[in-house]
């Protein structure tokens, strides 16, 4: 009976030898299943954007001292001795996916998903037609005390280039952009071998 209490005793400790051994594996293999996802971001695209259109309508008055002013096309009233110039400006938000670290990459521990922290979506680039075109500006009143000039016309559309700037779009985009990079990522974990694993996106927490 003793010699079958020693063989259950060595059995018990070779089956809990078994399990410790079988879950640093499987935590190794996490670890170099993330850092190969992380590598393959980093290798295939330093960006992950989403593009903004914003139209302005840059109003000059000669009557005013200050005569530069914004308006939304939709509410824009006529005056006098005014005229409108337009303005879209394109601001191109993203990742950059450089950024990224170990730690914004995990695999869940039933392996069934990849999530990815991520920052939120900054300006990459931007800018607008430095040129309008002369049919395009419409002038509110032939009795304009001062007739604009082509100077002050690109000083109009440079001052509501900077006053568009000045705004934060980045919500109009979200969805957008993070469907973007979650292809992006779903792409990189099938080209893994990983057939059958979901790619969630997660906002880091305070940015």
């Not at 990815?116 to 931007?126: E, T």
């Not at 002369?134 to 304009?144: A, F, K, L, P, Y």
């Not at 934060?168 to 893994?192: C, G, M, P, Q, Y």
């Amino acid at each position: 009976m003793k010699n079958l209490y020693i063989i259950i005793y060595i059995v018990v400790l070779m089956s809990a030898s078994w399990v410790v051994m079988s879950c640093g594996k499987k935590d190794d293999e996490g670890v170099k299943i993330e850092s190969a996802i992380l590598s393959e971001i980093k290798q295939r695209a330093d960006l992950v954007t989403t593009e903004v259109r914003v139209r302005k309508l840059a109003i000059y008055d000669s009557s005013k001292h200050e005569k530069f002013e914004l308006a939304d096309p939709r509410t824009w009233k006529y005056g006098e001795r005014k005229c409108v110039v337009p303005v879209e400006v394109t601001i191109k938000y993203g990742y950059d996916l450089r950024d990224l670290s170990i730690d914004d990459v995990k695999l869940t521990d039933d392996s069934t998903a990849v999530v990815v922290m991520l920052p939120r979506p900054k300006v990459v680039d931007s800018g607008y037609e430095a040129k309008v075109e002369e049919r395009d500006i419409v002038r509110m009143s032939s009795g304009m005390r001062d007739r604009i000039s082509h100077e002050e016309t690109d000083r109009l559309m440079q001052m509501a280039y900077e006053e568009v700037m000045k705004e934060d779009f980045s919500e109009l985009i979200d969805r957008d952009i993070e469907h973007n990079a979650k292809t992006l990522f779903a792409a990189i974990v099938k080209s893994l071998g990983m057939r059958n694993v979901d790619v969630v996106i997660r906002r880091k927490e305070g940015v």
